[in-house]
């Protein structure tokens, strides 16, 4: 292709020099004369003066066109407002701006995506993160407000800036404002997966576990979240249900029937639970139905074996002691090193006042596992049995055990103590 310009080209110029030849040197020779007259205006001159004034006056129209495009066309380099111009701000402005957002910088932030978010035709992205710098300057109302811009300019992304003011509000602390905000777009949009996602995290950090659970079936059925976080999930409100219906009221008849109430809604599935169990059981024993807690925790244990909740087993009187004593100590055929196991059987024969016996039984657990709860235990029995030396030795031992679980703390020395 270029070869054919420069063909081209030459081509140009040899007619043109012929063209000289043959048709300007005989003109050369002629100058010619030119005349115009209009109503009292008069000009003349000769015919090459004419044309190249004619020459002159067309470059001078061009150059004065090119001009004025220059000035008003977007793409001129010569006007400082072009929407070239306009672009290169905001790419400038958005790009710092973003760099202080990430950075922390939130003020700079705040004056940077505001700027560019003025300037852009989409300015979505730049009203949220400009409200997301002034809310970490606790400027909420201007927070607020930049929102609000950002749906007036792009009403299309009302889901969007509904999201994200949810999440500025839960991060001032206003959990009934973003609850508001959510369950409205959840109304307008019930099937979306970032609704619903909001909706279960609000719902598990303010504890409404029954919204939890009646958002269960949307979560599942939008498959916002994976398999086995939905079952952690379920399994965490149900928890906390139980949890709560065991304080429902002062009443303890009245937690009771509650609680018994919760217990029912759930699924057989749930119910061979090992952790919903315990938490069920662990509130009927506070609640006083022991009997039903021991019934209930001896049925499952007789087909599946929990270590939590045999070391439960052993805290609960059941309406028959003698018959519970012999169930756990039928679990030892498979289990006779469990020190879990033999800590229950410690207690079981405790209550059943059986004191050499569960001594035994006591003893055999520390020799498994030195755990404070069994020292403790054995303490108690040998101080009633008048062995106080060894009694004290066990509470020491127990207390040094519970002490090498907790956070290890700098205690200040006694001569610092004394001034």
Known sequence: MKRLYW????????????????????????????LIAFQGFRYE??????????????????????????????????????????????????EQGFL????????????????????????????????????????????????????NRQPQAELAIALQHAELQLARGHTEAALETLQAMRARHPHHHLVLRQLQQLYRQSADWSALLGLLPDLRKEKALGNAELSELERQAWRGRLLQAG???GDAPASLAALQQ?????????HQEP?????????????????????LLRQYLKQHYDVALVRLYGLLHGRDPGRQLQVAESWLKQHANDAALLLTLGRLCLHSQLWGKARDYLESSLT?????????????????????????SLYQEGLHLLDARLCPVALPALNEMNH
């Not at 003025?118 to 009203?127: A, C, I, K, R, V």
């Open 275 to 295: 952790e919903l169990l315990a938490v069920y059981a662990e509130q009927l024993r506070q609640l006083g139905a022991e009997g039903e807690a021991e019934e």
């Open 247 to 249: 304080h429902a009221s």
């Open 262 to 270: 919760t217990w029912r809604a759930m699924s057989t599935a749930q």
């Open 45 to 94: 001159s000769s015919l090459w003066a004419f044309v190249a004034l004619i020459l002159v006056l067309g470059w001078l129209v061009y150059l004065l066109r090119w001009s004025l495009r220059a000035l008003v066309t977007s793409g001129s380099l010569l006007n400082p407002w072009s929407r070239l111009h306009s672009r290169r701000r905001v790419r400038l402005a958005s």
């Open 368 to 392: 498994f596992q030195r755990h404070p709860e069994t020292c403790s235990e054995l303490a108690r029995l040998l101080a009633q049995l008048g062995e106080l030396e060894r009694s004290n």
């Open 100 to 151: 202080d957002l990430a950075e922390g910088r939130w003020a700079r932030a705040l004056r940077h995506l505001k700027q560019a978010a003025y300037n852009s035709p989409q300015p979505l992205s730049y009203y949220l993160g400009a409200a997301q710098a002034a809310n970490q300057l606790g400027q909420y109302e201007d927070s607020d407000g930049l929102l609000e811009q950002a749906l």
């Open 7 to 34: 063909w081209l080209l030459i081509l140009a110029l040899l007619v043109g020099v012929a063209s000289l030849v043959l048709f300007g040197l005989p003109l050369a020779e002629h100058k010619g004369y030119v």
